[in-house]
């Protein structure tokens, strides 16, 4: 079922039923307009053969020649004078009534006198009610009732010309509401079609560049809105992923070209000297393992476009104590040493990619630091601090130093893909955290990446 379908149909259900009540509330009233009417001229028919000036009224048990117009009196058990006729019924509610000795109210039903509807009111007499008839004068001692009938016809069939009439506004409105839930089905809609044909061409072409007018204040300007900052998310996601393409390429380029010089130099293997065979081997194992680390960054880079591994408390402290374990061991071969001082610590994130982040921070302070250098670690509150006693960070690279392949120009000479810090910022961006970096006072840089505390949980010590 199409949405223009289920508007009508919503638009004709709601149109319905207000029609319906409506016609309903209408008929109720009118019903009871008229009856209440014909109640009221009963009631002052009763009034005509009651006692005037101690007069006594005259009262026969019969039916008018205009059908459905009777009258009768009955005692206090419900029977008629002898000799007299009963044209009416007597059941409960006038046998209730004639005993109560003028007690109780009227009451009036409706009813049928030879298959005619009628409408009648049952009116209780006083005790001592004296009339008379053609049989002659009676008292009735413990009082009676009396019985006053009219035809319901006319008002029966004034009902049955306000249902044709009502059933008439009905079917009309249900078509009318039809013919305007197409017309503004239409009309609703047309801006609606008109934004989907836009979409479906951008999704033909896939052009996230082109941006969609952005409308007025209504739902469709905000659903316009809301699809054009998708686009521009898009947009961005798709250059960010052709800049780290062209970056990734430009970095392979180089250790790719030296490996591919060195390999050509190996055909010549035989020709070279055991030191040079050794020196070849070497400079092809660095070039690998520069590879390697180059590809694990971008994988860890491409990793955090992916949805956010479920962060968990850990122990940073102790995570920061084993990447210093494995700075350490690489640091022996210039004599820098790592010197930690850490409190516990519990935060919440995902203990690999923090690992990770922390490895890299040490990796860049080894790279810095002079040989027999100190790296100094510190782990608090939820932040690890890493100090170096290099040469520092020029005023010209903090803001650039947490980007993409980008390396400081004194950077240009060592080893690194550029990749190291970039991922470091984008792990404590995707935890919840930060990182900034810092003159250190006597010289050197000074990292600290925080990441959010979280009250302390099962030890993983």
Excluded at 62 to 91: H, I, K, M, R, Y
Excluded at 233 to 262: C, G, I
Excluded at 356 to 374: E, H, I, M, T, Y
Aim: with cysteine; glycine share 10%.
């Amino acid at each position: 079922m199409t949405f223009r379908t289920r508007l009508v149909l919503a638009a004709t259900a709601a149109v319905l039923v207000v029609v319906v009540l409506g016609s309903l509330a209408t008929y109720l009233v009118a019903y009871n307009s008229l009856v209440g009417s014909v109640d009221v001229n009963l009631s002052n028919g009763v009034v005509g053969y009651l006692p005037i000036d101690g007069g006594i009224p005259t009262i026969n048990n019969f039916c008018s020649t205009t059908p459905g117009e009777c009258v009768q009196v009955v005692d206090n058990s419900g029977n008629v004078e002898s000799g007299q006729n009963q044209p009416l019924a007597v059941n409960g509610t006038v046998k209730t009534l004639a005993a109560s000795q003028g007690r109780a109210p009227e009451a009036f039903f409706s009813t049928t006198v030879n298959g005619i509807p009628v409408r009648e009111v049952v009116a209780p007499l006083a005790p001592s009610f004296e009339f008379s008839n053609v049989a002659g004068t009676f008292v009735f001692e413990d009082g009676g009732a009396i019985q006053l009938t009219t035809s319901l016809t006319g008002v029966n069939q004034e009902l049955r010309h306000l249902a044709v009439a009502l059933w008439l506004i009905v079917v009309v409105g249900i078509s009318v509401a039809v013919l305007l839930g197409l017309g503004v089905g239409r009309t609703v809609l047309a801006p609606l079609n008109s934004l989907t044909r836009t979409i479906e061409e951008l999704a033909d072409k896939t052009d996230v560049s082109r941006r969609l007018d952005p409308g007025g204040p209504d739902e469709l300007g905000r659903l316009r809105r809301a699809f054009n900052r998708l686009l521009l998310a898009l947009d961005a996601s798709r250059e960010s992923q052709r800049q780290l393409v062209l970056d990734a390429s430009h970095e392979l380029r180089t250790p790719l070209t030296s490996l591919r010089t060195n390999m050509e130099v190996a055909r010549r293997l035989e020709e070279l000297t055991p030191e040079e065979r050794e020196v070849l081997i070497g400079d092809v194992v660095t070039q690998m393992d520069e590879l390697t680390s180059l590809v694990g960054d971008l994988a860890e880079l491409a990793r955090g476009e992916q949805p956010s591994i479920v962060s968990e408390p850990v122990r940073l402290d102790l995570i920061v104590l084993e990447a210093v374990d494995a700075a350490t061991t690489h640091g022996r071969s210039r004599d820098v040493t790592f010197e930690p001082r850490l409190e516990t610590s519990w935060v919440a994130a995902s203990s690999s990619r923090i690992k990770r982040a922390v490895d890299n921070l040490l990796d860049n302070a080894l790279k810095w630091s002079p040989d027999g250098g100190v790296v100094e670690v510190s782990c608090s509150d939820g932040s690890v601090f890493v100090r170096d006693h290099g040469p520092g960070v020029a005023d010209g690279d903090v803001d650039f130093i947490f980007d993409r392949f980008y390396r400081a120009p004194g950077a240009r000479g060592r080893p690194g893909s550029g990749l190291g810090l970039a991922i470091v910022a984008q792990v404590a961006r995707e935890e919840g955290g930060s990182v900034e970096v810092y003159q250190a006072p006597g010289g050197g840089a000074l990292f600290r990446f925080s990441l959010p505390q979280v009250p302390p949980g099962p030890d993983v010590g």
